[in-house]
């Protein structure tokens, strides 16, 4: 599996330098960025999934293993975004959300097939069909991140996915999504406020401060 | 790869094509009216600069009269409008009454207004069901009454016409402004502070709406000052308003007279811009009157007596509008209703089994434009809310003036100039004409309907979907469009609306080919029948009715099993 690499990475807005970055996320780490609200984040994250708003600048490349991904676009990335919502789709049942991400190998049936080991892996098989609106929080939060696994990233971004979630689930969570993410061997990102987000992390934390 | 690029050809091109569509009829229509006011017109011998059509025109007699008439009634009903919405919104918007009116805005709005002036029309009239309601038992009447109602000198029953159509409009148009100036914010210190509702309203919120409603309200001067179907209906006719004098101009049989008519055209423009130029004046006037007042600390200022005109002054209005729409119902199954009847009895089908064979053909013309021009609208208006959302750079004030530029200039002005540009350039009029024409009015009130939405579609739907590796189009179809279904389907059913109410453009550039049940309902209004005009009238509401209906169940059908795009939900 690859790992990440932040080669220098700089990120202005305006005459205002907001952040810079250089660092490699091996596969299977989870390296946790902390900061003050404002310090640019998500901001980070949005560089490197390839939203960046036309409002901020920035430098430096983005590399998983030799092939540089800064210059393509967001959907050739094979970065997986986590929200601190689970924004499943609306429109589609818990299936057709998990089949919306999925590479389109295979045939249907073998499709299918997937999908329903990937929910019984969980413990869901029985929500196929079911309207995302009526599962808890718990169940939305695994079944967003099922999507992006489905989806055969190879690097995953965590926008403070736990933050909306309750305290006594909170935990849980944490530990099953950095389990996958290690059974995976993906290089992860997350950008967190929480301290124990970042304990339960246990990988590298890096802090940054309001830079002038 | 290629798709890719096609998405962002087409989303690069449509805002354009947008533009185009919205300015390019109504530049080239003035220009086109323009010149055969000086004279030159070579399809109709018309090759020299001349100031006869000009000198024609002052000659006719009364045109002052029309002139003024068409002033008066355009700024006053607009004045009338402004502060009805005002005070309500002031008195009630912290009420459910508030909740209540905003329910029924959407169908009032969607009511063509041909359809509201003959409802009023019937309803006012010497015979109409208000004389009959209080006849003989408080007027002693047991003929109808001999006055000029609607059709009065002063235009009253005009202003009334127009009043009833506009603070639907500008009440819809508040909703979306309401929330960007952050209005119940500011109510809400103003209020802790004292103030009571409507003074914190007029002190705290007004400075911030009026700006946002300025180019509504001049879309209102602009209409109410150049209309022509309901100043038909039920404007004076010795003399009538300019805007109808010109149309009648236009098709008078000799072909001289369009000089003169291309003259009139440019004097209602003229005219128009006078009267958003008187407009502009008072709205400085007043900002600058009541900068002082705005400050004196005065927590009240008589709010109980304005709350309760208010309250009365929309019940009327909303009230005059139902019983108009009613009226127009009972008519429709009269059979014999002789003066001082309240009601018609025994109902009758026969009216309607008598006209139906004559109502096929305009209906499927109706149908046809309508949809039409309401596909052609909706594409653009997708196209061009995705290339900004893509820019992620809001509209530029130009672009949101030439949104406006269908609305401000008069219709009479341009249309007329393209029926005379259609006859020097040779395109020959009907449907394909017509549906441009329907377009152009259409356009911007589907934008207007369905901006707000998209631009409050979260951004992280498409972020995460593209991250699970989707491509634009896959985007586009696959989450945005059925997100956005319900907006969308609500901005369609608002454009068949508009499209549906269109006289002028159908009459001008169909050149008498397109009929529809408005064209129908509207001729047929100056004739004596009433009980056919009813039934016109009454399919001019009929249609869009179902549009909106079809807006609500498509939606609710379609999402029956997710909850969380249930309409009405949030």
């Known amino acids: 599996m690859a790992s990440l690499r932040l080669d220098d990475i700089v990120i202005h807005q305006g005459q205002h330098r907001l952040l810079s970055l250089d660092t490699t996320v091996a596969p299977g780490e989870v390296l946790t960025v902390m900061g003050p609200s404002g310090v640019g984040k998500s901001t980070l994250l949005a560089f490197i999934a390839g939203f960046l708003s036309p409002t901020f600048q920035a430098q430096g490349r983005v590399l998983l293993d030799e092939t540089r991904i800064d210059t393509l676009p967001a959907e050739q990335r094979h970065v997986g975004l986590l929200f601190q919502d689970p924004l499943l789709f609306p429109h589609l049942d818990v299936a057709g959300n998990l089949a919306f991400g999925m590479v389109r190998e295979g045939t249907r049936r073998q499709r299918r097939e997937r999908i329903h080991e990937a929910l019984a892996s969980v413990g869901l098989e029985a929500f196929a069909g079911r309207d995302p609106a009526t599962l808890s929080g718990g169940q939305k939060a695994r079944v967003a991140l099922l999507r992006v696994l489905l989806s055969q990233p190879r690097a995953i971004l965590l926008d403070e996915p736990f933050s909306k979630l309750d305290a006594e689930r909170r935990g849980e969570i944490r530990h099953w999504v950095f389990e996958r993410v290690r059974e995976h061997r993906l290089p992860t990102l997350m950008v967190t406020h929480d301290e124990a987000d970042a304990q339960a992390a246990g990988g590298r934390i890096i802090t940054l401060d309001a830079e002038q | 790869m290629s798709t890719a690029v096609a998405y962002r050809l087409v989303v690069g091109v449509l805002p354009w094509l947008t533009i185009a569509l919205l300015s390019v009829p109504v530049v080239a229509g003035v220009l086109g009216a323009l010149a055969p006011a000086f004279g030159w017109l070579p399809v109709l011998g018309g090759e020299r600069l001349t100031l006869v059509p000009w000198r024609q025109l002052f000659a006719v007699p009364g045109l002052v009269d029309m002139a003024r008439l068409s002033l008066v009634t355009g700024l006053a009903s607009a004045a ?292 039409a021009a309401t596909l052609v609208s909706v594409v653009l208006v997708l196209g061009a809310l995705e290339a900004e959302t893509q820019r992620r750079r809001p509209m530029r004030p130009w672009a949101q003036l030439i949104l406006y530029l269908p609305l401000l200039v008069p219709s009479v002005a341009f249309l007329f100039g393209l029926v005379m540009m259609q006859a020097q350039v040779g395109v020959r009029p009907g449907l394909g004409a017509v549906i441009i024409g329907h377009a152009v009015f259409v356009l911007p009130y589907v934008f207007l309907s369905l901006a707000e939405s998209h631009r409050r579609l979260d951004p992280r739907w498409s972020q995460q979907a593209r991250s699970l590796g989707a491509g634009p189009w896959r985007v586009f179809w696959h989450v945005r469009l059925p997100l956005l279904l319900t907006p969308v389907l609500t901005a369609a059913a608002v454009g068949f609306a508009v499209s549906v109410g269109q006289y002028l453009p159908t009459i001008l550039l169909g050149a008498g080919r397109v009929v529809t049940v408005t064209t129908e309902a509207v001729s047929l209004a100056s004739g004596g029948d009433r009980r056919l005009t009813a039934i016109y009238a009454l399919l001019q509401l009929l249609l869009p009715a179902i549009g909106f209906m079809l807006a609500m169940l498509v939606p609710r059908y379609v999402f029956r099993r997710r909850r969380d795009l249930l309409p009405g939900t949030d």
């Open chain 2, 80 to 371: 009338l409008s402004l502060g009805l919405v005002v005070l309500f919104l002031g008195s009630f918007l912290h009420t459910p009454l508030y909740r209540r009116v905003q329910r029924w805005l959407s169908p009032l709005l969607a009511v063509p207004h041909a359809a509201a002036a003959i409802g009023l029309a019937f309803l006012l009239a010497p015979s109409g069901w208000v004389a009959r309601g209080l006849s003989p038992w408080v007027t002693g009447w047991q003929y109808p009454p001999d006055f000029a109602f609607p059709g009065d000198a002063w235009g009253l029953s005009l202003i009334l016409g127009l009043v009833i159509k506009e603070v639907p409009f500008l009440l819809l148009m508040s909703l979306a402004a309401l929330v960007q100036c952050q209005a119940r914010e500011r109510l809400t210190v103003a209020r802790t502070l004292g103030y009571r509702p409507l003074t914190a309203f007029l002190k705290g919120v007004m400075p911030g709406l009026y700006p946002l409603l300025r180019l509504p309200l001049y879309a209102v001067v602009a209409f109410a000052t150049s209309t022509v179907d309901v100043a038909m209906i039920l404007g004076p006719t010795t003399p009538p308003p300019l805007a109808v004098s010109v149309v009648g101009w236009l098709n008078d049989p000799a072909l001289s007279m369009r000089f003169m008519a291309s003259a009139g055209a440019m004097l209602q423009l003229l005219l128009t811009l006078t009267a958003l130029l008187i407009w502009w004046t008072l709205e400085r006037l007043v900002a600058r009157v009541s900068r002082g007042w705005c400050r004196d600390g005065r927590r009240q200022c008589g709010d109980r007596w304005l709350a309760g005109i208010a309250w009365l002054a929309m019940r009327t209005v909303l009230g005059l509008m139902m019983a108009a729409l009613a009226g127009l119902a009972l008519w429709s199954v009269a059979g014999y209703w002789p003066f001082p009847a309240f009601l018609p009895w025994p109902p009758t089908a026969h009216n309607w089994l008598n006209a139906a064979d004559d109502l096929v053909a305009p209906v499927w013309q109706t149908l046809g434009v309508a949809l």
